[in-house]
């Protein structure tokens, strides 16, 4: 059966090159959906191309360490029984056991799961999700191509989409999905446990009064899980996910034509890609719900991402800017922010510039890295 050939661990300069590619023909081939109007009746020709070459970039992502440490493991699982520490998490084990360790199929379920659960996220919170994945694909398609989290992620918000849906769409049936989806993605990867138990706190309002009681209560969740959770969850949060940007930064420290403030320059750009849309739409979105404006699906998904937020910075100040504990929950923002920012934008709260102006300030910086590694590695 047709299968990828064994790759190795650490990712040549060809394989930049065809991921890059690939990066550069779909953002520039579909740029026009970044900005065109929310009605233009020619934004849906050629979607399911789209879905598919993002498909197809997912399953080629030959230039992250994790995609060969993952084939490997996947060969190792065959024939093998699952223990502790073997790499990753049970189900996988047994899924790469059915398909007697073929990566070729076992990428294509995996990540094609994940990305029909993202895609179907959108859909339910009433946005365009062409649109919605562009924004993500732009700015954060090496975040979910990357790793398994990445797949796991996009299982818990279509979940959390459908448990907080608005409230005359609200039914057993379509709450009990939001459940299964939410416990399942704990299973695609066990850092969405913070997820799960951070979910909750959502049906607290954000308001002045409020406000403490739910910074408490993140501060809370984060001590517990360093007593409880972080001997156990050290190994595999210190994979060699988000490895790739460290490696960037300490190779471009390292070149001669690099200076010491070009480098801090373009670190700042590359955290910029988070924090800049994040608290552009936070205070828009804010502004709006003290008004009564905003829908409870979009309500609850500003709630959850300044509670997500919150809790990276508890990781930041924990185990420091270079600690995988923080990078992977600063990261795990990226849909929030593919929503609400295309929930603005859609609903005409901001100019169709700004926009346009915000996504290419971040998916420049994705492009520096491609270009980056092509050129120098």
């Given at each position: 059966?047709?299968?990828?050939?064994?790759m190795?661990?650490?990712?040549?300069?060809?394989?930049?090159?065809?991921?890059?590619?690939m990066?550069?023909?779909?953002?520039a081939?579909?740029?026009?959906?970044?900005?065109?109007?929310?009605?233009?009746?020619?934004?849906?020709?050629?979607?399911?191309?789209?879905?598919?070459?993002?498909?197809?970039?997912c399953?080629?992502?030959?230039?992250?360490?994790?995609?060969?440490?993952?084939?490997?493991?996947?060969?190792?699982?065959?024939?093998?029984?699952?223990?502790?520490?073997?790499?990753?998490?049970?189900?996988?084990?047994?899924?790469?056991?059915?398909?007697?360790?073929?990566?070729?199929?076992?990428?294509?379920?995996?990540?094609?799961?994940?990305?029909?659960?993202?895609?179907?996220?959108?859909?339910?919170?009433?946005?365009?999700?062409?649109?919605?994945?562009?924004?993500?694909?732009?700015?954060?398609?090496?975040?979910?191509?990357?790793?398994?989290a990445?797949?796991?992620?996009?299982?818990?918000?279509?979940?959390?989409?459908?448990?907080?849906?608005?409230?005359?769409?609200?039914?057993?049936?379509?709450?009990?999905?939001?459940?299964?989806?939410?416990?399942?993605?704990?299973?695609?990867?066990?850092?969405?446990?913070?997820?799960?138990?951070?979910?909750?706190?959502?049906?607290?309002?954000?308001?002045?009064?409020?406000?403490?009681?739910?910074?408490?209560?993140?501060?809370?969740?984060?001590?517990?899980?360093?007593?409880?959770?972080?001997?156990?969850?050290?190994?595999?949060?210190?994979?060699?996910?988000?490895?790739?940007?460290?490696?960037?930064?300490?190779?471009?420290?390292?070149?001669?034509?690099?200076?010491?403030?070009?480098?801090?320059?373009?670190?700042?750009?590359?955290?910029?890609?988070?924090?800049?849309?994040?608290?552009?739409?936070?205070?828009?979105?804010?502004?709006?719900?003290?008004?009564?404006?905003?829908?409870?699906?979009?309500?609850?998904?500003?709630?959850?991402?300044?509670?997500?937020y919150?809790?990276?910075?508890?990781?930041?100040?924990?185990?420091?800017?270079?600690?995988?504990?923080?990078?992977?929950?600063?990261?795990?923002?990226?849909?929030?922010?593919?929503?609400?920012?295309?929930?603005?934008?859609?609903?005409?709260?901001?100019?169709?510039?700004?926009?346009?102006?915000?996504?290419?300030?971040?998916?420049?910086?994705?492009?520096?890295?491609?270009?980056?590694?092509?050129i120098?590695?």
């Amino acid at each position: 059966m047709i299968d990828f050939p064994i790759m190795p661990d650490v990712a040549s300069k060809s394989s930049w090159i065809l991921s890059g590619f690939m990066y550069f023909c779909i953002l520039a081939g579909y740029r026009s959906w970044a900005t065109c109007p929310p009605a233009n009746p020619n934004h849906y020709s050629r979607k399911n191309w789209f879905v598919f070459l993002v498909f197809i970039y997912c399953l080629f992502a030959f230039y992250c360490g994790d995609w060969a440490h993952l084939q490997t493991i996947v060969k190792e699982s065959v024939g093998s029984e699952y223990r502790e520490g073997f790499g990753v998490e049970e189900i996988y084990h047994y899924l790469a056991n059915i398909l007697n360790g073929n990566y070729l199929i076992f990428r294509s379920i995996v990540w094609g799961a994940g990305l029909l659960c993202m895609v179907e996220a959108f859909k339910k919170s009433k946005l365009d999700p062409y649109r919605c994945l562009y924004f993500l694909f732009g700015i954060y398609i090496t975040a979910f191509a990357y790793s398994r989290a990445g797949v796991a992620l996009a299982f818990f918000y279509c979940g959390f989409v459908f448990l907080f849906k608005d409230r005359e769409e609200r039914s057993v049936k379509i709450t009990l999905l939001g459940l299964a989806l939410l416990i399942t993605s704990t299973f695609l990867h066990r850092s969405m446990l913070v997820l799960v138990a951070l979910t909750p706190m959502v049906l607290i309002p954000i308001k002045k009064k409020t406000s403490l009681l739910i910074f408490a209560g993140v501060i809370v969740l984060a001590f517990m899980w360093n007593s409880l959770f972080s001997g156990v969850m050290g190994n595999l949060m210190n994979s060699e996910e988000y490895m790739h940007r460290i490696e960037l930064y300490e190779g471009m420290s390292g070149s001669a034509a690099f200076s010491f403030d070009l480098n801090g320059f373009f670190f700042l750009w590359y955290k910029a890609i988070v924090h800049l849309p994040f608290w552009y739409c936070i205070i828009n979105i804010y502004r709006l719900v003290n008004k009564g404006e905003v829908p409870f699906n979009i309500e609850a998904i500003f709630r959850f991402s300044i509670l997500l937020y919150i809790f990276a910075i508890m990781m930041l100040l924990m185990y420091g800017s270079a600690s995988a504990f923080y990078y992977r929950y600063e990261g795990m923002l990226y849909i929030p922010i593919s929503i609400m920012a295309n929930y603005l934008f859609q609903n005409n709260h901001i100019k169709a510039r700004t926009y346009s102006n915000v996504f290419w300030i971040c998916a420049l910086s994705q492009c520096k890295d491609f270009i980056y590694r092509i050129i120098f590695w």
